[in-house]
Each structure stands twice: as C-alpha cells, then as structure tokens.
C-alpha cells in the first residue's frame, strides 16, 4: 500500500516540478508581439515525459498559479489580465498541446519521429488557439494575425520540438 502511496506523491512532485520548469521557460523570453520563450519547450518535455494526465495536470497547475497573479508567465507577468490579453489563446492552448503530445505518445509510443510528430501537432494546435484568440484581441484577420503571431516563431519553435524530442526520446526510461 505504501508503494502506491509514494508512486502518487512522485507524480504529484513531478506535476509540481514541470509547473516550475515551464515557468522558469516562460521567464526566458525576448520581447516581442508575442514573446519569444521557451514556456513550449517546457510543455513538450512535460506532456513527453509524465504523460497526458500528469503532463497535463502540470500545464493546468501552471496556468491556475499564474491566473492568481503569480509571476509565472513571460516578462515576470501574471493575472487574469494575461489570459484576457494577445497572449492569453497561446497560454491555453498549451493545455490542447499538452493533451495532444501525451495522447499521441501513449498510443505510439516514445520514438524520435514520434514525438516530434506530436510536437508539431500540439504546437499547431496551440497555434490555433493563440492566433484566434489574439484575432479577437486586436480585431484583426487571420492571415495578418499568423503572419504577426506564428511565422516568426517557426524557426525557432522548430528547433525546440527538435530538442525536446531528443531529450524526452532519452530520458523517458528515467522518468
């Protein structure tokens, strides 16, 4: 009894640390439109590496901390008014990417081609729900909004699937 009672505080000291982690991405950002981070990268290696409920959970446990007013967010920003800005669509679609990663790697596993097909998925899906949310925002169409909010990023959100898939691929035997 003990055993599964010690394997659920892991987990939920787990779902604590990704919540930590994707902060501590979410502080490493530049300044833009949309603020160049790595909370994504922190989402991937989440939902890649403790699955889609726990991986989930932290995104969720993240995003409550910082809908309070912790400073969680990028620029040291937290606050309903973060979610109800141009950003707040991409903050919730982490929760879809989350989902879609952890989902899409139960399924099929943790190969490299794998998770970086996950990656691209619930990064689209993220994509989606920022770009729309950030239309309403600034009552805007939505060519103008992907051309402002998503082309600038793709180099650079590529290069993050690249190295999460790499680090979830060799460490989720760890995990």
């Keep these: ?13 787990l ?5 930590a982690i ?19 990268f922190g989402v991937f290696m989440a939902a890649g590496l403790l699955g889609w409920q ?4 932290s995104v969720v446990v993240y995003i409550l901390i910082g ?10 920003t937290g606050g309903i008014g973060v979610i109800m800005g141009p950003t707040g669509g ?3 679609g982490f929760i879809f990417t989350a989902l879609a990663v952890g989902l899409i790697t139960k399924f099929f596993g943790t190969k490299l081609y794998v998770l970086i097909i996950a990656m691209v998925l619930g990064l689209a899906l993220c994509y989606l729900f920022g770009t729309l949310w950030f239309m309403v925002v600034y009552k805007c ?19 993050k699937i690249l190295l999460a898939s790499i680090l979830v691929n060799r460490l989720a035997k760890y995990v």
């Design 141 to 159: 169409d939505f060519l103008s909004a992907l051309m402002l909010c998503v082309v600038p990023y793709l180099i650079f959100d590529g290069c």
């Design 22 to 40: 994707i902060t501590i991405c979410s502080w490493i950002s530049i300044p833009a439109t949309v603020p160049f981070t790595l909370q994504t």
């Design 67 to 76: 809908l309070v007013g912790v400073p969680v967010f990028s620029n040291f």
């Design 1 to 13: 009894m003990t055993n599964l009672k010690d394997k659920k505080i892991y987990k939920l000291v």
């Design 15 to 19: 779902v604590a640390m990704f919540a």
């Design 90 to 92: 991409y903050i919730v």
């Design 54 to 57: 726990f991986g989930t959970l």
